[in-house]
């Protein structure tokens, strides 16, 4: 995954903070949810012999049902140690093993990835500035973003994971390697159709997604497009690396891979930033970002090959495996292609304000993926497998889900809140420490801040939501979301469309502070939708969520923590911003997790503890 926003957009899923009542609920799945969307509690099944895998009716001999419900390795107690808790007494259901290992994998691969990525921006940051070369590259990259968001990480992970991830389980490596060539097959046709396609079709994309670029703003970001095209197929295919290699749970090698695509890009931009324009400079990074593309998937391939022997695409669709995986695969790409066009709202509304606003954006979303990436990504990616693997009765795999799922939204909010609050108070730190450099100034940097402030009103429903949308996937479910997505995306286009345009003329300010209005409005419509998500899954797998004793806890840590790295700020704001980033980041941190571990919150403990055992080994 590149470190351009997951859906281009500076809103994702969406989640809540509001307390979780205690017990399960028996009520059944609202009687117009969709075929899909079969509850655990379903009368239809409980029947003698049968059990459910992650939602899915099995027929299982008597004699052998209570060790099919045995399979999934680690014990409730165990997942909550691994999440910093206390072990409990209690027994409880078994789920898969080292989902807590498996996290911290894809956190430190995607950590790696995002730095490569951010120093990749800051690199671009010098040379573009909040230029029109810029936003032509910004409006440009959103393509085949789109595609690989839609194609590979969003619809592909949710459809091939679960069905795949079950087949390994159950030992059925036959029937796994024939839907992975099946799916390999499928997605190369489609793609290179659509490739092929989009070339030929790209100035009526360019009028779609970038309506206000006009002359050669409009002219660069055309051929821009035709060249990044390419390179946007070679992703997608990259994304089934990845669903292969998280079944597997290979989890680090699938996110450290977009590594190779920033650094080609960096290469691009420091051979040739000093030798010509902005203009023909773009085109050059545009051809880094294909070749990056290639490397990326070419880092994959021997290990995905090793995994899965004999890999020779096919165009078979007749397995019900494969089935599945198609029928799934439609309700999830119209999902997420609902909620890439959010992004493009966003990118059509940000092109008709001043120049530099759509740069600007992409910066800022550069920043506010971090966080989504490390803490949310890093969790659900771990979590899908696992949750996909559930097996034992009814009860046992709503258990299983149930607290997976409150265990993830536990780590994830712990880290989310003081980034939120980060973004909010010190985002002029972060913007300059990363970017304020060559083209791109001090006023540049107070521009992204404003954005940047209104991204954090919708982080928390970005990451958690994103927990809730896998547990969905999990029980095969991919049309729910689908249908709160498009809920999502009218109030984000209502909303942004007011908050963009007629809002700061309204109020007498510059119109460019109008793309500070698209993502706080984003922000407000993730936090309905997430709503509207945990309230249907609560109905089928029981109460589930963070409570407020706890969110309350995180926040005045985060405030606490603000006060301490505001006044640092204040103090030393003369300083350059590297040095100055360092202190007040650094004590806004320290002081963070000082309180949160006072405050006696797990998380905070079992980071702490983690930090103790490591210096102590290296003594």
Known sequence: MNDLPDDGSANDESSNDEPASDGPSNNKSPSDESSNDQ???????????????????????????????SIAGETLDQVGAAGGESPSATPGPKVEKGTG?????????ILISR????????????????????DAFSAAFRIPNFLQNIFGEGALSASFIPVYAKLLAHDDEEEA???????????????????????????????????????????????LVRILFPGAGLLVLSAWCLGVLNSHHRFFISYTAPVAWNLAMIVSLLVFGRRVGQFPLAEYVAWGSVIGSALQFGVQWPTVSRLVRRIRPTLDVASNHVKTV????????????????????????????????????????????????????SVSAAELPAMSRAIGSTEEVADVLRHRLDEGLRRIAFFIVPSS????????????????????????????????????????????????????????????????????????????????????????????WGVAGLTASAGIAGW?????????LNRRIGQTGLSASYVTKLW????????????????????????????????????YFAVTFMFEIPEARSVIGRIIRTLKLKK
Request: aromatic content about 10%; proline content about 5%; overall charge neutral.
């Open 421 to 512: 609050m980060a973004f909010l108070a010190l985002g002029d730190v972060i913007a300059a420490v990363l970017y304020q450099t060559g083209q791109f100034k001090h006023d540049d940097a107070i521009y992204v801040w404003a954005i940047l402030a209104g991204s954090a009103v919708g982080l928390l429903a970005s990451t958690l939501g994103r927990l809730y949308s896998s547990t969905y996937y999990a029980l095969r479910d991919t049309r729910t979301p689908l249908r709160y997505a498009i809920v999502r995306v009218i109030l984000t286009t209502v909303l942004g469309y007011l908050c963009a345009i007629p809002l700061p003329p309204a109020l007498g300010i510059d119109p460019k």
């Open 326 to 377: 198609v029928r799934n695969f439609f309700p999830v790409f119209m999902s997420r292609g609902v909620v890439q066009i959010s992004a493009f709202v966003d990118a059509i509304l940000a092109s008709f304000l001043p120049e530099g606003s759509v740069v600007a954006l992409t910066y800022a979303q550069s920043l506010y993926t971090l966080p989504v990436s490390l803490f949310g990504m």
């Open 177 to 223: 390697t024939h839907v992975a060539n099946a799916v390999l097959g499928l997605l190369a046709l489609a793609v290179s159709l659509i490739v092929l396609t989009g070339v030929l079709a790209t100035p009526y994309l360019i009028s779609a997604i970038a309506p206000g670029f006009k002359g050669e703003t409009r002219e660069l970001t055309i051929r």
């Open 115 to 134: 730095i490569v990525g951010l120093i990749r921006q800051r690199v671009f940051a010098h040379y573009f500035g909040t230029s029109a070369a810029g």
């Open 101 to 109: 290992r498996s996290a911290f994998l894809v956190g430190a691969g």
């Open 528 to 536: 309905i939708e997430f709503a509207l998500l945990r309230r249907s």
């Open 39 to 69: 509850s655990p509690n379903d009368e239809t099944s409980l029947r003698p012999g049968s059990e459910i895998v992650s939602g899915e009716v099995l027929e299982v001999p008597g004699e052998a049902h209570d060790e099919a419900s």
């Open 556 to 591: 005045i840590a985060a405030l606490l923590g603000t006060d301490v790295g505001w006044t640092f700020k204040l103090l030393l704001g003369r300083l350059h911003p590297i040095p100055l980033a360092a202190i007040v980041l650094g004590t806004y941190g320290v002081a």
